[in-house]
C-alpha cells in the first residue's frame, strides 16, 4: 500500500470539507481529501448542481454547483491532494497521527483529521407506491440535475420540505404545470418560501396546492408516466397529469465505517465540542452536517464557522510551540504554498 503524509486530513469533499481546506492552508497546514464520490462537491454536486442556495452570505442568490467551484478556487492556491472516488475504511490512532486507510488501498497518515463527510453515506428515501421501479429509469426523480429536461412538462412534486418548495419556486418558470402534493396543509420549509410558493398558486395559473392528500399509484406504460393519483385521508382520490414525478422526502443517512471509529455519536451523529470542534477522539474534528451538540444549525454558514474553529483548534498540533496570531485574510492576504 502507498502511503503519505500529511497535516490534517479531510473526509469530506462537500462545500465545508472544501473551505476547511482553505482555512487550513491560511494557517500553513497542508491537506488532504478524501471522498467517496468522484468529484468534489458532495451533496451539491452529486444530487442538486442546480439547486438554487439563498442563504450564502454576499450571495443572494447562487447555483450549488457555482458555490462548489467557488470554493474549489478559494482552496487552489493551498494545492490540497483529493483522493476521489475512495472510501476511508479504517482510522486508527499511530502514534500521536492519524492513519487512515482508504477502499483503494492508500494509507494517509495525518497530524489531525476533519471529518466533514455530511450526512454520511446517502441515499433516497423512496414513497411506497407501487410500480414506482417501473417509472424511475425516465419519470420519477429524487433530484434535479438538469432544470431544461422538465421544460413543458406537466410535474408532480411531493413532499412539504424545503426542497420540495425551492424546486416548485425553480421549476414554475419553465413547466407547463406543477402540482404540489403534501399530507399536510401546513408545509414545513422556510416560512418565505411557504409564502412564496402559496403567492404563485394563487396567481401563475400554473400551479396547485394539492393537500391534505399523500402518492396513492401511478398510471403509465413502457416507462412512460402519464398521471399520479393522490388520496386523501378519506380516501378518496385524485388523479393528476403528469409527465414526471419529483419526490423529495429527504435522504436515507447511513454512517458506513464512521461509526465504528469510536467516537461518540448522538442520533447518527458525531457529538463535538462547539468551541473546537474536537471530537471524543483526541486530533479528531468533526464540522456541517455529521457534526452535533446543544443549539447546532444545519445550515452551511454554520458548517464554514466550524471549519474556521476546528483549523485553529488543529494549528497547535501540527505547529507546536508556534503562537498563533490572529489575523485577517485582507491583512493577511493568500500567499499559498507547494504540496
Request: glycine share 10%.
Amino acid at each position: 500500500m502507498s502511503e503519505v503524509r500529511t497535516d490534517v486530513a479531510i473526509i469530506g469533499a462537500g462545500p465545508v470539507g472544501l473551505f476547511a481546506v482553505f482555512e487550513c492552508g491560511m494557517l500553513k497546514m497542508r491537506c488532504h481529501v478524501v471522498d467517496a464520490l468522484d468529484m468534489p462537491g458532495g451533496q451539491c454536486a452529486a444530487l442538486y448542481p442546480e439547486k438554487p442556495i439563498y442563504d450564502i452570505p454576499g450571495h443572494p442568490r447562487i447555483d450549488a454547483i457555482d458555490l462548489v467551484e467557488r470554493l474549489k478556487a478559494q482552496a487552489a492556491p493551498f494545492a490540497p491532494t483529493y483522493h476521489l472516488g475512495a472510501r476511508v475504511e479504517a482510522l486508527a490512532p499511530r502514534g500521536e497521527d492519524w492513519e487512515l486507510v482508504t477502499s483503494r488501498g492508500e494509507r494517509i497518515v495525518a497530524r489531525a483529521v476533519i471529518v466533514a463527510a455530511g450526512v454520511g453515506a446517502f441515499g433516497p428515501n423512496r414513497p411506497p407506491v407501487a410500480r414506482l421501479a417501473e417509472f424511475e429509469q425516465d419519470c420519477v426523480h429524487y433530484l434535479v440535475k438538469r432544470r431544461e429536461d422538465f421544460r413543458g412538462k406537466r410535474l408532480v412534486v411531493a413532499g412539504g420540505g424545503d426542497s420540495a418548495l425551492d424546486w416548485t419556486l425553480s421549476l414554475a418558470g419553465i413547466a407547463a404545470h406543477v402540482d404540489v402534493v403534501h399530507r399536510r396543509d401546513k408545509f414545513r420549509a422556510a416560512p418565505d418560501t411557504v409564502e412564496k410558493v402559496r403567492a404563485l398558486a394563487a396567481t401563475a395559473g400554473n400551479v396547485d396546492i394539492v393537500t391534505p392528500y399523500q402518492l396513492d399509484s401511478l398510471e403509465g406504460a413502457g416507462g412512460r408516466l402519464e398521471a399520479v393519483v393522490v388520496k386523501d385521508l378519506d380516501g378518496g382520490t385524485r388523479r393528476l397529469p403528469a409527465d414526471h414525478l419529483l419526490a423529495f422526502f429527504g435522504l436515507a443517512q447511513n454512517l458506513g465505517p464512521i461509526a465504528e471509529w469510536g467516537l461518540s455519536l448522538e442520533r447518527n451523529l458525531v457529538k463535538v465540542d462547539p468551541a473546537t470542534c474536537a471530537t471524543s477522539s483526541p486530533g479528531i474534528y468533526a464540522i456541517g452536517d455529521i457534526a452535533t451538540y446543544p443549539g447546532k444549525l444545519k445550515l452551511i454558514l454554520t458548517g464554514f464557522a466550524e471549519a474556521a474553529s476546528a483549523a485553529h483548534a488543529i494549528h497547535a498540533r501540527v505547529h507546536p510551540g508556534a503562537a498563533l496570531h490572529f489575523e485577517y485574510s485582507t491583512s493577511k492576504g493568500v500567499s499559498g504554498f507547494a504540496a
